[in-house]
């Protein structure tokens, strides 16, 4: 009887054994379902996540082929994965582009509508922005754009200006040249670039800092985000009129420029040429910090 009953017990404890292996096994395997399951949706989330990206790489690439009139349809390595341009057209002066990034057959795409009214026909064309403060050159200030002269241009013509502060403009040499009004005899201080080629997309930029030279004031020309000119000692010589930015002419609506202004940029801070390497070729809107005005 003694015996019987130490088998029944035996009996019970291997059961109970079983039982708890059993109720291990599966935790474990639950465990392991449950951390596999996750590692595999945060690769698929990091997946489709790269995948937009790469859909908004190939907005910017459609963006800068558009420059040339050439948009690319066939899909295209960019980095890891590929993208592709599924719709690009001209909807009422707004071009629209769609883009599709897939990496690993994760697909994510994107989309943005974009005016495009950028080309000046050298005689009725120019564009008058109300005055703002933001617009001053007596802090600091970065103005930048892509422009592409038209062959039958007759220089000098302006990229933009306002009365009595500056103006930004090709000379008849084909350089670069800014005006900088002073208040010290009406007096005007020039800087040039060298000679360009503006008959291929050339992007500029004129950065001002008024904290610099011992804040006296500095002001830099990049061509293509490389250095080209600069002058100082500015600062307590800069007039502030309240007066109205035009674009594509002088502030006597003279001097129209004949061709094409893009992404033209204005910041209330004096940038770096990296930031404005950075930047150049990138779809921006004004929610970006310090940036004030975006023309198209």
């Avoid at 908004?56 to 066939?74: M, R």
């Avoid at 994107?110 to 005055?131: A, M």
């Avoid at 997309?201 to 004129?206: G, L, N, R, S």
């Avoid at 830099?220 to 600069?230: A, M, W």
């Amino acid at each position: 009887m003694i015996y019987n009953q130490f088998k029944q017990e035996e009996g019970s404890t291997l059961l109970l054994v079983l039982i708890l292996m059993t109720v291990a096994i599966t935790l474990i395997t639950t465990m392991n379902n449950i951390i596999y399951s996750s590692v595999n949706q945060i690769k698929r989330e990091e997946k489709i996540e790269k995948a937009k990206l790469l859909a908004e790489g190939g907005l910017e690439v459609a963006l800068i082929n558009y420059k040339n009139s050439i948009i690319i349809d066939e899909p295209q390595s960019l980095g890891e994965g590929k993208y592709r341009i599924d719709e690009a057209r001209m909807i009422d002066g707004y071009l629209v582009i769609k883009s599709t990034g897939i990496i690993d057959n994760i697909t994510r795409s994107v989309r943005i509508k974009k005016k495009l009214n950028i080309y000046f026909d050298g005689q009725n064309d120019y564009k008058t922005i109300p005055y703002r403060s933001d617009f001053d050159i007596s802090d600091s200030i970065t103005i930048e754009a892509w422009i592409k002269i038209d062959e039958n241009a007759n220089l000098p013509i302006t990229i933009v200006s306002r009365k009595d502060i500056f103006k930004v403009y090709i000379d008849k040499n084909s350089k670069l040249a800014i005006d900088i009004y002073t208040k010290n005899n009406g007096g005007v201080q020039t800087v040039r670039t060298s000679k360009l080629d503006l008959s291929e997309w050339t992007h500029i930029a004129f950065v001002y800092d008024s904290q610099a030279e011992s804040r006296n004031g500095k002001y830099q020309i990049y061509i293509n985000t490389i250095k080209e000119k600069s002058a100082s000692n500015l600062h307590n010589f800069l007039p502030t009129p309240e007066n109205e930015l035009v674009i594509g002419a002088d502030s006597n609506y003279n001097e129209k420029w004949h061709g094409y202004i893009k992404d033209l940029r204005i910041w209330n801070k004096a940038r770096t040429q990296g930031e404005i390497a950075d930047n150049k070729d990138k779809h921006l809107t004004t929610s970006e910090p310090w940036l004030v005005f975006i023309y198209p």
